[in-house]
């Protein structure tokens, strides 16, 4: 049984978008960590934790991080672990809390944190995190992926170690179709059928084509921006690929990964866009996995994760807090347990240890073509834009060249 907690959402855009922070005023701390005394007696490191990640659920995933935990203080008597399980959003949901503890009770802030990209993009930009560039020397390591580092990364600190990644791929079944078709060219004379969701409100598999296809993100001055040509080329392939059955026009029907996934589990398409943890954690025997098809056939995909953060009060803590978040992100551990949690490794070493050597050569060729989701303020502005002209086109409502200038346009006159 694998450590089921869904797949690895993109960074969703929030309610009320984060707020632009030109480069190099990223908000930090601005007091130290309290310096009062440690009580004396063992230390107690608070943890927070969402449900999914709970080391009480009765997984193996859950079993293989609760042995980790108690190891880290079987080798630190002096250290006591106090688990909380907290909601991913809402009231009382891991951002809203540690707002809440930093405003009301420094006390109660979490020593570690597991933060999703997305809530540890707001949650730096807000300064509850302490960065850990003086902390450790652990992203220093050759042994992570690019996608990993960044994941890391807040502007140009380090505010985090990951342990979970989630990629873009293609989900495809061999007996049907020998080899998926690698570029634009050869899908458009390919017997079999792709689908996606192309009502995604992230328009996550249309964006990471355009990046593919050379389109950036941002203009010089940092503002969301799209370019039109790639854009046109990325829709100009999709009304091709229509009009020939590659792509089916009721893909335009689904709205999530979740759908496009249970379609292919129905057997409805030869071939589907899903994030690699929906894969991982429902492995279909007769199926596999290779990198997204791409404008010219080179790889190239999107990905997000997970990382440990502290915003612990307490230097003491927060010094002990890296080390247990060193010990979490070690490669021997997560060899084990992403395996069993059904996530990508942000380590290759503990990629390559995989019992299954063949999916773990194949997620490596992906892990290694791949770069970090937008953020979630540049993406609330330019998704809506994506997939409006996604749409458009595959409905037929709009012709490519159309569909691409209004929403480059839409940017810049909005």
Known sequence: MLFSFGCLPAPQPPATPIQEVAPGALAVPTSTPDATPIPSGPATLRIWLPPQFDPAAGTPAAHLLQTRLDEFTSRRPDVRLEVRIKAMEG??????????????????????????????????????????DDQTGAMDDLDWYDYARQLARVQNSVFGLPFAGDALLLAYRPASLQNPPVDFSAALSSTGTLIFPASDPLASYTLALYMAAGGTIQDEQGRPSLLERPLMDVLTFYQSAEKRGFLPYWTTQFTSFDEVWQAFLDQRAEMTVVWSTLYLQELVADSTVAPLLTPAGEPS??????????????????????????????????????????????????????????????????????????????????????????????????????????????????
């Open 91 to 132: 009231p009382g949901g891991l951002l809203d809390s540690l707002t809440a503890a930093s405003g009301a009770a420094h006390r109660a802030l979490p020593d570690l944190v597991a933060l999703p990209r997305s809530t540890l993009e707001a949650a730096a930009i807000k300064g509850l995190l302490h960065p850990l």
């Open 301 to 414: 995909t999107l990905a997000t994760g997970w990382v440990w953060a502290t915003a612990s009060p307490l230097p003491e803590h927060l010094k002990l807090s890296v080390e247990l978040a060193e010990f979490l992100s070690s490669s021997d551990y997560l060899t084990a347990w992403t395996a069993a949690a059904g996530v990508l490794p942000p380590r290759p070493s503990a990629l390559a240890a995989w019992q299954n050597t063949s999916l773990a050569t194949a997620l490596d060729q992906i892990a290694l073509d791949t770069r970090l989701f937008p953020t979630s303020d540049v993406l609330a502005i330019l998704a809506p834009h994506l997939t409006e002209a996604t749409l458009a086109v595959l409905k037929g409502q709009k012709d490519p060249a159309t569909a691409a200038h209004e929403a480059a346009a839409g940017l810049i006159n909005p």
